[in-house]
């Protein structure tokens, strides 16, 4: 199911478009991937199961065996399809390289597609501690792709998470297409210095060392280098806490222009959003108006006060 073209490619599980690819012959179609994230991502679809030349309809399969190396096996007939799924799961992530993904949403607890907590069978005893064989291509051949599964998306700080990382993901893809140098990655990271602050204060201590002694590596390496530091850092949650630290941090460069009143209201916002009492939407608008109002460049320049698109309302959770 494409969307408009947004520059923006995804994967996606194709039952979660709604396309009738299940070993029932149904689908589990996810309005909220469709209808929503559809607005700005293009989607990629994949059904392994389909892919590999299996049937629909279909017997249903399990994992068995250990969790290291588990075997696909089908529920009434025992017919081991491992290597027949391994060898398409091969072939298609060497495929998915030239979509240019920026993210995957694969399809909870399949043993082909679940990415965590899909049971294997060991002497007729399930555990919840694998990953589909597909998913663990995908992992494997892609380590720094954002990815989810589409149960977890119901969680709005996971959902938030995940679709923030996409969008910093395109605008790496994108930093790196313009010839990067050593100035320019200051640059990147200076934009996005604030959202790191959000996500690991830690993490971005590091990416500026890194940044700081850049000249003393070659530009490859430490591209690589800030890449794997940039996505690692994003994948830790920005919490409350961070969050309301980085609002602080916002607040102190407007000390010269807020009235005592306009301070005083400000810094009672970010409290009610540091009890839970306010989205984190809130103190970020009123913000974004004094960033405008008072022309703070730094700060307009800054990602962390517009991560992504408004319209996906993903900071209107307490």
């Not at 994949?46 to 017997?59: D, I, S, Y």
């Not at 998470?161 to 010839?179: A, H, M, Q, S």
């Amino acid at each position: 199911m494409p969307s408009k073209s947004t520059g923006i490619n995804i994967g996606v599980s194709s039952c979660l478009l709604g396309e009738r690819v299940r070993y029932d012959g149904g689908h589990k179609h996810d309005r909220y991937i469709t209808d929503v994230l559809g607005s700005f991502f293009n989607f990629v679809p994949v059904c392994p199961e389909v892919g590999c030349g299996l049937p629909v309809p279909r017997e249903s399969m399990r994992l068995e065996g250990e969790r290291d190396a588990p075997r696909l096996i089908t529920g009434k007939s025992r017919i081991d399809k491992t290597d027949q799924m391994s060898a398409f799961c091969k072939a298609k992530v060497t495929e998915l390289e030239s979509e240019d993904l920026c993210g995957f949403i694969f399809k909870k607890d399949s043993p082909s597609s679940g990415l965590f907590r899909v049971k294997i069978y060991n002497n007729g005893v399930a555990v919840k501690n694998g990953t589909g064989l597909f998913a663990a291509e995908v992992v494997k051949t892609f380590p720094l792709l954002p990815m989810e599964e589409e149960g977890r998306l119901n969680d709005l700080v996971i959902r938030e998470n995940f679709i923030e990382r996409v969008f910093c993901y395109r605008r790496w893809k994108d930093f790196l297409k313009t010839g990067p140098t050593a100035g320019k990655l200051v640059e990147f990271h200076t934009a996005h210095k604030l959202l790191m602050m959000a996500h690991s204060p830690q993490v971005y201590r590091e990416m500026g060392v890194l940044v700081a002694h850049g000249k003393k590596l070659n530009l490859p390496e430490l591209l690589r280098r800030y890449q794997e530091l940039f996505m690692k850092g994003l994948t830790l949650q920005a919490t409350v806490k961070k969050n309301t630290n980085v609002l602080h941090h916002i607040t102190g460069y407007f000390k010269h222009e807020l009235t005592p009143t306009e301070k005083s209201e400000l810094l009672e916002i970010i409290d009610q959003y540091r009890n839970h009492l306010l989205p984190l939407i809130v103190p970020v608008t009123l913000l974004k108006h004094y960033v405008s109002r008072y022309d703070k460049q730094y700060l307009a320049g800054q990602v962390y006060l517009s991560p992504h698109p408004s319209q996906l309302m993903l900071r209107n959770h307490v």
